[in-house]
C-alpha cells in the first residue's frame, strides 16, 4: 500500500502497525491562521522558537534545526510514521551539528523555514469532565510559503482531541488534508504552494 503523501514523506512507504510497543505516538489536530485574528495579548507572550527543517528521501525521516530562546541549537532526526490523519509514530533522536550538516546536503525538495510560537491553553473538556492543559503551536511560515500560518495542537489521546473545541480564532481544520503536511509542501514546488496559500486565504 503506497503512501499517500508521496514517496518523500517521512513514514516511508507503508502504514505501521498502531500496536507496536515503547515507540512514541504524535496526536495532533491541524487548523489554519488569519493573522490578523490571533489575540495580540496571547502572540505577545508566546515563546518564539526559529526552525529550519527538511525532508530526507526514500522515507528516511526529517532533520530540525532549532534555536531556543537563549539561542542554542537543537538538532533532531524524526522518522514519521502516519497511522492516520492526526495520529502518527513519531520516534526521534537527537543529531550533532556536525551529523546535521552531514545530512542537509540530502534533503528532496526545499527547505521548510517557520517560526513557532508556543502558547499555553487551558480549558475544560466536557466530555471528560475535567480541567486540560495544552501548548498551541502556531507556526508562521517564510520563503515560498510567507503569508501562511498554522497552528497545532498535541495531545496524549484521541480522546482528549475528540473533546477539544477549537478556540474562535482557528481557522479551518487542515488535520486531514495532505496538502498542508509540512513534507508535502517541501516538494510541491513553489507554483504550486503559491496557489495553495491563495486558495487558503481567498486570494
Same mark, same amino acid.
Given at each position: ?11 516511508? %512507504?507503508?502504514?505501521?502497525?498502531? #500496536? *507496536?510497543?515503547? @515507540? /512514541?505516538? $504524535?496526536? %495532533?489536530?491541524?487548523?489554519?491562521? #488569519? *493573522?490578523?485574528? @490571533? /489575540?495580540? $495579548? ?138 498542508y503536511k509540512n513534507s508535502r509542501l517541501a516538494v510541491a514546488g513553489r507554483e504550486a504552494n503559491r496557489g495553495l496559500i491563495a486558495e487558503?486565504?481567498?486570494?
Amino acid at each position: 500500500m503506497s503512501n499517500p503523501e508521496g514517496p518523500f514523506a517521512p513514514g516511508g %512507504e507503508s502504514a505501521p502497525d498502531a #500496536d *507496536k510497543e515503547n @515507540i /512514541p505516538l $504524535e496526536i %495532533e489536530e491541524k487548523y489554519i491562521i #488569519d *493573522k490578523d485574528k @490571533i /489575540p495580540k $495579548e496571547l502572540f505577545a507572550s508566546a515563546e518564539r522558537i526559529p526552525i529550519v527543517q527538511g525532508y530526507l528521501g526514500g522515507g528516511k525521516g526529517r532533520i530540525r534545526k532549532m534555536t531556543k530562546p537563549d539561542g542554542q541549537e537543537v538538532f533532531i532526526k524524526t522518522t514519521k510514521k502516519r497511522i492516520s490523519g492526526r495520529v502518527c509514530e513519531e520516534p526521534e533522536s537527537d543529531l550533532t551539528k556536525q551529523e546535521f550538516d552531514s545530512l542537509w546536503p540530502q534533503i528532496v525538495g526545499k527547505k521548510i523555514e517557520k517560526v513557532r510560537h508556543k502558547m499555553p491553553y487551558s480549558y475544560h473538556d466536557d466530555k471528560a469532565g475535567k480541567q486540560m492543559e495544552v501548548t498551541i503551536e502556531l507556526d508562521i511560515f517564510s520563503g515560498d510559503l510567507s503569508g501562511l500560518i498554522t497552528a497545532e495542537v498535541e495531545f496524549d489521546t484521541e480522546d482528549e482531541a475528540d473533546g477539544f473545541v477549537a478556540l474562535e480564532w482557528f481557522g479551518k481544520n487542515v488535520t486531514e488534508d495532505l496538502r498542508y503536511k509540512n513534507s508535502r509542501l517541501a516538494v510541491a514546488g513553489r507554483e504550486a504552494n503559491r496557489g495553495l496559500i491563495a486558495e487558503t486565504y481567498g486570494e
